[in-house]
C-alpha cells in the first residue's frame, strides 16, 4: 500500500485565488510526479522531480503553476491564479528506481475553481 | 512519441466471471509497461508491470497481464473477479531511459453481485 500522504484532500478556491497542494513521497523515493486527472480520468502529466531538481515539466506548468520539491520539507503544487478549467484531482505519485513505471500514488487533492 | 490505446470505456461482468481488459500501444522503442487500479475517490494503485522475459507477468489480488510485441497488446485479466474489484484500471507505458509515464484513458470495470 501506497504510503504517500496529499494534503488537503479537498480545497474550494474563487477564480484567480491562489491554491496550493502538498505531498510526502514515500520515504527514500527520490522522483517526484504531478499529474492532473481531469473528470473524464484523462491524466495531464504536469512536473516531476528528482530530489530537489526538476527533471521534466510542461508548458503550463511553467506559466502558472509553481512546484518545488525542498530537502526535508513535503513538495507542493501551486497554482498562481486559479481558472475554473483547472478544476481537477491533482495526483502526487513517487518512485523509488529509474523504473518509473512502477509508482506509488497519493490520495489526490480535489480543486474546486468556483 | 508513446500511446496508449484502452478500447472499451466500460465493462461489466458477473461475481465470478473471467475478465480481460484491453491495452494497445505505441512505441518504436524499449518499454516498460503497467497496470493500475483507481478505487473511487482514491489514488492509483500499481498492480504490475512488464518489461521484459515472460510475457505473463503476475500483479496483486489474482490479476495477471500478458505481452504480445507483435499485437503491440497488455490485456489484464483475472480468472474470477470479485465485487470489490470493481474500480477503473489504467494502462501506462514508458520509455526506459524517459521520465514520463503515458495513461491510457482507462476502463471501468464494474462486478455485480
Known amino acids: 500500500n501506497s504510503k504517500v500522504i496529499q494534503t488537503p484532500r479537498y480545497l474550494v478556491k474563487g477564480q484567480g485565488q491562489k491554491a496550493k497542494m502538498r505531498c510526502i513521497p514515500e520515504k527514500g523515493h527520490p522522483v517526484v510526479f504531478w499529474y492532473q486527472q481531469n473528470k473524464n480520468n484523462e491524466f495531464k502529466f504536469l512536473i516531476n522531480?528528482?530530489?530537489?531538481?526538476?527533471?521534466?515539466q510542461i508548458d503550463m506548468t511553467e506559466k502558472r503553476f509553481s512546484a518545488e520539491c525542498p530537502s526535508n520539507s513535503p513538495c507542493s503544487l501551486e497554482i498562481q491564479s486559479s481558472e475554473a478549467g483547472d478544476s481537477a484531482l491533482y495526483l502526487c505519485?513517487?518512485?523509488?528506481?529509474?523504473?518509473?513505471?512502477?509508482?506509488?500514488f497519493g490520495p489526490g487533492t480535489r480543486l474546486t475553481v468556483l | 512519441t508513446q500511446t496508449v490505446s484502452q478500447s472499451d470505456a466500460h465493462v461489466t461482468v458477473f461475481e465470478g466471471d473471467s475478465v480481460e481488459l484491453r491495452c494497445n500501444y505505441s512505441y518504436g522503442g524499449s518499454i516498460y509497461l503497467s497496470w493500475y487500479i483507481q478505487h473511487h475517490g482514491h489514488g492509483l494503485q500499481f498492480l504490475l508491470k512488464?518489461?521484459?522475459?515472460?510475457?505473463v507477468v503476475q500483479g496483486v489480488n489474482g490479476f495477471e497481464a500478458e505481452f504480445s510485441k507483435s499485437d503491440s497488446s497488455f490485456h489484464l485479466r483475472k480468472a474470477s473477479v470479485h465485487w470489490s474489484d470493481s474500480a477503473v484500471y489504467f494502462c501506462?507505458?514508458?520509455?526506459?531511459?524517459?521520465?514520463?509515464?503515458?495513461f491510457g484513458s482507462g476502463t471501468r470495470l464494474l462486478v455485480s453481485p
Open positions: 522531480f528528482q530530489n530537489q531538481e526538476v527533471l521534466q
Open positions: 505519485a513517487s518512485s523509488g528506481t529509474p523504473n518509473y513505471a512502477e509508482q506509488f
Open positions: 501506462a507505458v514508458s520509455a526506459t531511459g524517459g521520465y514520463k509515464v503515458v
Open positions: 512488464y518489461y521484459s522475459g515472460n510475457p
